[in-house]
């Protein structure tokens, strides 16, 4: 970075909240020589106050996941023309208002896609034979006085349901091909070239499915996709994978779905109200937790932190943006 | 079955010990009405004196995992032309005396392979993602207490050693490939048409490898064959796999590489001692354990009977057999 004097006359990118990636990525991974960071958490002033004082002049923000941005938000920010994310999902936007104002967004892009369908695929496998089961098993010293853990199931034939053949759902199906699965999606509508067999409703997906695998964005149309019906389609040998947000499904009636029996398993990477997951299935050794870190890899922290830094430094010099986002 | 008189006439198959699959499947599922089984472990005889007295006419047995045949045993079987076992792997069986003898042998065959290979996979993702020990931590309600859990590390790109490029490693290899990693494999000898890049020595393997997968079977070649120097040149960040035998490994020297950081960590489906494993791993996060049950899942098992009876069936009706071992 340059000197004080110097730092002055950069663009600010503001901050409403501090991005986990920072502290775990440490900041200056994201700086640059192009712009500086304008800190709303930093100010002792409340946020709303803050943005009305101090940012009506900035044009680009950064927003990580918890930074909510809508319209109480944008108001404040006139001139406003482009957010970058740390996320690939962007829940936590107002698109249509952002559409509404010609802001630009730039998101995470295929960045965290590998290690989203990776993390999928573990759940997924950890669920049907059990590892983390079997893991706790072996380690509390059970193999020796208790014998065998209960057996698992096999991948090699199962019928996989994937909710939202986006990138993510892609990779999730290319993985799980070869494991010998076969493969249907659900989406709002059938891709073009893809040869996998489509359905208009995720009920009948479910009905036909042996584990659903969620990669779908949380929208109005999405939120408690998930519901009782579909639940009841997928049935007690069917298992539930979620990697995409807590909101898709209908956590409360999953989670009694899963206390009696009525799904098999699940595996779960998001949830409703987190950091807080349902405490029911703390209980459960067919369910499997991650906390939300599908994502989060050493190497793709880095690799979202130059592409951050390279989408700011393309809108400050009026260049193509490396991942915008388009509205489809 | 066929009445009591019926059976009498049947040729006899003998058991010197209760297979696991017996209880585990159902012996219903085992049986024909093409032979009978001779119980060796139901006598009151001691086993030796029991063959001695009961099995010198028995021309084909069964032989489980825990099952050792070896010359002690064939001694008393002259008769003995045909060995039918419920694993892939042969380790319990002597195989030099049994060639001597000219006794065939019937394995699992391609059973087990997909199963193995997708434990083998499943594991390796919970060692790089940290899966368990993920779902450990927000089992125990510390995300929302400590925050998120330290970050795992990404599959693709990774370089992945096969030890052992049989039917089970592969199908790890091409399951891998599917996440982005990069393959190559040490075997007695270069496998013909197989593109991946051979190492002879599997140290050299080791040393080009992020994570090593066993796959092999155990022999006097292979038992220890990952040593102190294999393990120093796969590094302190090589993860280990193994789902091949836990002789394969020399296991005090892999604990303490796993205690003291020289490697980063590993997911193992066996062990030296079975069904003991090492205590010292039972506290390490980045070791994944699971109860030998690679093989194991509720279809692969019900494959197996009918293989298994199969094998008698062909064997008693000098039909060929349906998978018979050859030594390579």
Not at 16 to 42: C, H, V, W, Y
Not at 146 to 174: E, F, M, T, W
Not at 258 to 281: H, Q, R, S, T, Y
Request: proline share 5%; hydrophobic share 40%; with cysteine.
């Amino acid at each position: 970075m340059g000197s004080p004097a110097a730092d002055e006359d950069l663009p600010q990118v503001l901050l409403i909240r501090n991005p986990p990636a920072f502290t775990i990525d440490g900041e200056e991974q994201f700086t640059s020589a192009k712009f500086r960071f304008l800190k709303a958490f930093e100010s002792t002033l409340p946020p709303h106050d803050f943005l009305a004082a101090r940012a009506q002049s900035v044009r680009a923000m950064l927003a990580s996941g918890g930074a909510v941005v809508d319209a109480s938000v944008l108001q404040f920010l006139p001139e406003l023309r482009l957010i970058v994310t740390t996320t690939a999902g962007l829940n936590q936007l107002d698109l249509p208002e952002c559409r509404r104002r010609g802001i630009r967004i730039a998101n995470a892009g295929d960045v965290y896609s590998a290690d989203v369908a990776d993390c999928a695929v573990g759940l997924l496998i950890d669920v049907l034979r059990k590892i983390s089961a079997c893991n706790r098993y072996v380690k509390q010293g059970f193999w020796a006085s208790k014998g065998d853990y209960p057996l698992g199931s096999k991948l090699r034939g199962k019928r996989i349901g994937i909710v939202g053949l986006g990138r993510i759902g892609y990779q999730v199906a290319k993985r799980l091909e070869a494991f010998g699965c076969s493969i249907a999606y659900n989406s709002r509508k059938a891709k073009p070239g893809v040869s996998y067999p489509f359905y208009q409703e995720v009920q009948e997906l479910a009905a036909k499915s042996d584990a659903l695998i969620l990669c779908c964005g949380l929208t109005e149309q999405t939120r408690h996709m998930i519901n009782k019906e579909v639940l009841a389609a997928l049935g007690k040998d069917g298992v539930i994978v979620n990697i995409a947000r807590g909101g898709v499904i209908d956590e409360k009636e999953m989670v009694r779905c899963l206390m009696e029996g009525e799904i098999a398993g699940a595996g779960l990477d998001v949830f409703e109200n987190e950091p807080d997951a349902p405490k029911e299935l703390m209980e459960l050794d067919n369910v499997v937790m991650s906390p939300h870190c599908a994502v989060f890899t050493r190497e793709s922290l880095l690799d979202v932190a130059r592409l951050v830094v390279g989408n700011l430094e393309a809108f400050f010099s009026n260049e193509p943006l490396l991942s915008e986002y388009e509205d489809d």
